[in-house]
């Protein structure tokens, strides 16, 4: 069956830097494009980043040029590299596949950005 595990949350300072993993198994992982969310407390879950099956990049506004999505098809991974880190990046961060009309999602990893 599909599979999202998301690894890499923890706790860091402002102006620090995560790298986020997402392992996928149980589906064709270079035929499909996969997407980074978060969510943070009392928030809707919002987009942050998605990668196509070419490599084309999207990014939220508020993260671009610090955040970098990064597919690797022979590993089925996907990583999301977040430097510097702000307080309002704080929030569970998903990993998402949309799969012949249905949504996958990873059950999450916390990153807490405080001092």
């Known amino acids: 069956q599909v599979r999202l595990v998301e690894s890499g949350g923890g706790l860091v300072q402002p102006g620090g830097s995560l790298r986020l993993s997402c392992a996928a198994s149980?589906?064709?992982?270079?035929?499909?494009?996969i997407k980074w969310f978060r969510q943070a407390p009392g928030k809707e879950r919002e987009l942050v980043a998605d990668?196509?099956?070419?490599?084309?990049?999207n990014y939220v506004d508020s993260v671009k040029g610090r955040f970098t999505i990064l597919r690797d098809n022979d590993k089925r991974t996907v990583d999301l590299q977040m430097n510097s880190l702000k307080p309002e990046d704080t929030a569970v961060y998903y990993c998402?596949?949309?799969?012949?009309?249905?949504?996958?999602w990873g059950k999450g990893t916390l990153v807490t950005v405080s001092s």
């Open positions: 990668i196509g099956v070419g490599g084309t990049t």
């Open positions: 998402n596949a949309f799969l012949y009309g249905v949504n996958y």
């Open positions: 149980g589906f064709i992982f270079s035929a499909h494009a």
